[in-house]
């Protein structure tokens, strides 16, 4: 599945976001910004081996992550709540159960909040009958309106 889109400031194939090899996206990255592997190792406070090791690697430790984000001024935790927004399982909620407010010290974030790259991979995924309509609104749990609507802003 070969699509071309936008990566950071670069043009770069599209993300399937149920696989992320976050390793590659920081390599690829490093390599459209031509960073020399010197700064890399006195930011990340690593040797070149573990930069290469980090390369090869699937997914990364949250503090080094950010040190990766902020080198590259790229929010590559997004592409984890990309992940979530498409593949997390849907709520058990329905029509007849109430939800019940819990309690929480952490920050509560909407999951119905999809962001244009995720709107276009969807509405690509139709237009390319890799999936059906019906097939889209049962896997990422979109409502039907919410579909049509970007269909017909979005749609080609």
């Known amino acids: ?3 071309s889109g936008v990566f ?3 043009m770069i194939k599209k993300m399937d976001f149920l696989k992320i090899h976050l390793g590659d996206l920081i390599e690829k990255t490093v390599e459209e910004n031509e960073i ?9 406070k690593c040797t070149e ?4 090791r980090m390369y090869e690697s699937k997914g990364l430790n949250t503090e080094v992550l950010l040190r990766w984000c902020k080198l ?3 929010d590559f935790f997004r592409l984890y709540s990309q992940h979530l927004i498409l593949y997390a399982p ?3 909620n329905n029509d007849f159960m109430i939800k019940k407010e819990k309690k929480t010290s952490l920050p509560q974030f909407k999951k119905n909040i999809y962001t244009k790259q995720v709107i276009d991979f969807i ?3 139709i237009s ?3 999936k059906t309509k019906q097939q889209v609104m049962d896997r990422y749990n979109i409502p039907k309106t919410t579909l049509y609507r970007w269909i017909s802003k979005y749609g080609k």
């Open 1 to 3: 599945m070969v699509r």
């Open 8 to 10: 950071g400031n670069k």
């Open 49 to 52: 081996l573990d930069v290469h």
């Open 123 to 125: 509405l690509e995924e």
């Open 128 to 130: 390319t009958n890799q």
């Open 36 to 44: 020399e592997i010197s700064r890399i190792c006195k930011f990340i």
């Open 72 to 74: 590259l001024e790229y």
């Open 90 to 92: 849907a709520s058990v």
